[in-house]
């Protein structure tokens, strides 16, 4: 008599817990935005995943914008916490000056990362309390990563986001660098500046690409052009229209391109759709339906990534998913390495220089359409979400091993 044998047991799903300052379709941001894929890519690809972020949309005030609790989002456990205490932007930002004019020694750290926010201590709390899992906190600079970090049970991993600013090199944060059992980065440039800012960062498990690019295989360019008007070339900008992301820049650039190409336009996209002052040329389109920023991008002449402090550039690499040139400012070491690497975008320093570039873009056709294949052919390549969930897979084993080589 013979059995039947019994089956194997499935091995257990990958897991992985997000914390992130905000998260969900209506949040305008890169790290954000990052999050929000990684989570949805990870999900389809068999993971058992859980964001735990804030009940903000506003990353200006913190606003609690709904009920904290726990809801399914896109197949995805999403557990949000009220934020605590509201900021107020003005009031911080003088704040902050006072407190970066003050030695090092005698800075009040603590007060000042509660005031940043979003102060979430139900988040810490909860995080104390939950079993051991692999956590992946990002951006390093607010309170749910710098408080979080030694909270967490299991790997810690951090994706610090991380670009030259005043608060990269507070204790505090060097403090959740060394917590972290292993970092996942965007670039090879962000891997070096937070390695120079806190050198402990170089004994880490550590990883570099975080992010994968899954273009549409259809974008309609036109459906946008007729619904905003749009006739002739345009430059496209998406994104926030905070201080440091090059707004007022590339405004005064536009204007400089409109003297040689008065035909030309401007296409202001999400925070920045809003924000931005009236100006010839200039199109404020506003926030968009994911299908709809797709259309925007196919039909760019260009994208144009103005910001001077940019870890990584979403939008650089989706143009050139579909085959678009880029226009990046190399204030941003990131943003020239990025284009460098890729071999699809023209750099700038300054509006004249932006301008030239642009102008350049619009009168070879021959050139844009070079940059904008070696774009596709580097994202192909290199920007594949298989790669980022191998990646993490090596980092967290790394973590739980204390192994401090790069994965």
Known sequence: MTSTPSPSPSPDPDRLRIVVPRYGPRVIGGVETLARQLARSLHGGGWQVEVWTTCAVDAQTWANA?????????????????????????????ASRVFFRLPPRLRPERAWIVAQGPYTPGLIAALAAAPASPTLFMPYLYFPTLRGLSAAAGARLMLPAAHDELPLRLRAVGGAVATAGGLLYSTEEERALLERAHPVARDKPSAVGAVGVDP???????????????????????????????????????????????????????????????????????RLAEEERWDAIAGAAAVVVPSFHESLSLLALEAWSLGRPALLNAASPALAGQGARSGAAMTYRGAGELAAAAASLLTDRGRAAALGEAGRGYVAATYRWELVHERLRRLIAGAEAGDGRAV
């Open 216 to 286: 549409p295989p259809l974008p309609q360019p036109q459906r946008f052009r007729r619904r905003l008007g749009l006739e002739g070339d345009y430059l496209l900008y998406g994104g926030r229209a905070t201080p440091g992301k090059g707004l007022e820049e590339l405004l005064a650039g536009m204007s400089v391109l409109r003297q040689r190409h008065p035909d030309a336009q401007l296409v202001l996209t999400g925070e920045a759709g809003q924000a931005a002052p009236p100006q010839p040329g200039v199109v404020r389109a506003g």
């Open 66 to 94: 709904g009920p904290p609790g726990t809801a399914e989002e896109e197949g995805i456990r999403v557990r949000r916490f009220a934020v605590r205490r509201r900021r107020a932007p003005a009031a911080f930002r003088q």
